[in-house]
C-alpha cells in the first residue's frame, strides 16, 4: 500500500517593510486640516439658527420644532464630526 505523497510545505510568508517611526518633534504641530476651523463655525452657526427658529416660532406644529431641533442638531454634529476627524 502506497501512502500519499506529503503536500510541500507553504513558502514563508513575505516580509513587511519596515514602518516609518513617526516620532514629533517637539514645537511643531500635527498635520493641519485647513477645512476644521471653518466647518466648526458652520457647525456652531447651524446650531444657532436652530435655536433661532425655535426661539421665534414658539406657536408652530410640536411636531415640525421637533424636526428643525433633531435635524439641526444632526447636521451639527456631523459638521463637527467631519471637522475633529482624523483622516
Do not use: C, H
Request: no cysteine; aromatic share 4%.
Amino acid at each position: 500500500m502506497e501512502l500519499a505523497p506529503e503536500p510541500p510545505e507553504p513558502p514563508p510568508p513575505p516580509a513587511e517593510p519596515p514602518r516609518a517611526q513617526t516620532q514629533e518633534t517637539p514645537g511643531l504641530t500635527p498635520k493641519r486640516r485647513p477645512l476644521a476651523l471653518p466647518l466648526k463655525l458652520l457647525a456652531l452657526l447651524t446650531l444657532g439658527y436652530t435655536g433661532a427658529f425655535v426661539a421665534l416660532n414658539p406657536g408652530a406644529d410640536p411636531w415640525v420644532l421637533g424636526g428643525v431641533v433633531l435635524g439641526g442638531i444632526g447636521l451639527a454634529l456631523t459638521e463637527w464630526s467631519l471637522a475633529t476627524s482624523s483622516s
